[in-house]
Every structure is written in C-alpha cells, then in structure tokens.
C-alpha cells in the first residue's frame, strides 16, 4: 500500500550551494546530510522534502512542457508577500509568469541551478 510521496529527487551541479539556497530563500530545513556522498534531505515547512544530489550530466531542455519532471509548486498564502521576498532576496519572478485567476494566483520562478518552481495559491482546494 502507497502511503504518500517521501520525497523528490534533485540533481544538482553544486548539491551543498542549492541546499543553501533553499534554506536561506525559501526556508527549508536539512533532515539528512551525508557528506561524503554530497547527498541532502531537505522538507520545507507542511512537509514536502527534496533530496538534493550530485548531477553527473547537464540538465534537459528547461521549459514546462517536455516529458519527465518540469517544475516543484509551493504552497502559499499571500502570494504578493512571498514574490515580495523573493524579489528582496535576487530572485528573478518575472511578471509575465504571474498568473492570476479566480481559482488561483501562479508565479514562477528559478532556482540558482536553473530548476523551475513555482508559488501557487488556491482560492479552493483541489478536489
């Protein structure tokens, strides 16, 4: 039986610099560091965790619409506040990726290594 998703895999060219980021920028936490492998384990607040690790290869073609994983969405509450701090933090989001509806508001953005996220807040869950 599935129980739930434990965590999502990220390659990275500098996994202990990413992890930084991640901390400083969006508050994430390590769980788990194992040095010697330059493999870390990192939830951010409401439990979502990435294990970031070293990448042998360059990444694939970076937009949102190529098969395998494309984007990490973050759950938010005051969007505008969170681009706000991200904005004040160097980091580019960009007002053409800003989506507003009435179901939800989007914003996308990258991390120093080139992943795609993006903020999303829902007016309503999802069924």
């Known amino acids: 039986m599935i129980n ?3 965590h ?4 990275a060219s500098d996994p202990k610099g990413l992890v ?3 901390m400083t920028t969006l508050g994430f936490t390590i769980v788990r560091a194992l040095e010697e492998q330059r493999t870390y384990f990192v939830r951010v607040q ?3 965790m990435l294990e970031i690790y070293p990448a042998r290869y360059p990444a694939d073609p970076e937009d949102n619409v ?5 984007h990490i969405a973050l759950s ?3 969007i505008e506040a969170e681009i706000a701090c991200l904005r004040s933090a160097g980091v580019a989001v960009p007002e053409e990726t800003i ?4 179901e939800m508001k989007l914003a996308f953005f990258r991390d120093p290594e080139g992943n795609l996220l ?4 829902r007016t309503k869950e999802i069924p």
């Open 20 to 22: 930084a980021w991640y």
């Open 8 to 11: 999502v895999g990220l390659c």
């Open 46 to 48: 409401g439990g979502g």
């Open 99 to 102: 989506v507003i509806t009435s």
């Open 66 to 70: 190529h098969r395998g994983l494309r």
């Open 118 to 121: 993006h903020l999303v807040e």
């Open 4 to 6: 739930g998703m434990e």
């Open 76 to 78: 938010v509450s005051g």
